[in-house]
């Protein structure tokens, strides 16, 4: 039973345009969420988070949204950069990290 | 460094061999996470520390896993009698306060890759 599903395995977005990473969660007891981007042979890294008290939260080009009444959350990249090109990992948290299964962005120059 | 260390960053051991993990939070950070990973799923929970204190196993696959953190700093994530399904990513991770500490993000180490043949 997934409590954290990224549906989506994979995006190709063109630079300069917006990426939309989508996330959709079960458990109404997670608490705040968060976004990791993870390169081959690296550990994933923090990129931003929400807690569930807000619906938007903003840092330089990235902006995650969550709607707790849909339990969806999403991932705004604006504007795409080659460098963005990752798996990116979608996380929720009640007292312990509950990971999705990642989606793998391209941005293609 | 600054960030999280793992060691070693590859291990390949026989089936039926014990294996230890290592793993260097972030000096000060109190709380410390180990996760595995499988290919192409993303890491799953095995076991909380706040400082030296094992708080939550619940993750641990079988009674084979088993992990310290005895001085509430390094800590050791220890498989006996590997088997071919452990083979894994295996992610340790810390964060500054306890996780009743307010919400905060956990920074993870590059991982290491645990091959059982």
């Known amino acids: 039973d997934q409590q954290v599903k990224q549906n989506s395995p994979s995006l190709s977005v063109q630079e300069g345009r917006i990426s939309i990473l989508n996330c959709d969660y079960t458990?109404?007891?997670?608490?705040?969420f968060l976004w990791y981007k993870k390169y081959p042979a690296e550990g994933p890294t923090f990129l931003i988070s929400i807690s569930s008290i807000k619906d938007k939260n903003e840092d330089g080009r990235f902006t995650v949204f969550l709607n707790k009444s849909a339990k969806h959350l999403s991932l705004h990249i604006v504007p795409s950069q080659p460098g963005d090109s990752a798996v990116y990992f979608c996380a929720a948290s009640a007292d312990k990290l509950t990971f999705g299964k990642g989606i793998t962005l391209s941005v293609r120059p | 460094g600054a960030g999280v260390s793992q060691s070693p960053r590859y291990k390949v051991a026989k089936r039926g061999q014990d294996v230890a993990l290592r793993c260097d939070p972030i000096s000060g950070h109190v709380s410390l996470f180990w996760y595995q990973q499988a290919l192409g799923q993303g890491p799953e929970f095995l076991t909380y520390f706040q400082n030296e204190a094992q708080l939550d196993k619940s993750g641990l696959p079988s009674d084979r896993f088993f992990a310290e953190r005895p001085e509430g700093s390094v800590s050791t994530l220890k498989i006996q009698r590997t088997q071919q399904e452990d083979s894994a990513v295996y992610l340790c991770?810390?964060?500054?306060?306890?996780?009743?500490?307010?919400?905060?993000?956990?920074?993870f180490g590059d991982g290491t890759r645990l091959s059982i043949l």
């Open positions: 458990n109404s007891m997670f608490d705040y």
């Open positions: 991770a810390s964060s500054l306060l306890s996780r009743t500490g307010g919400n905060q993000p956990q920074h």
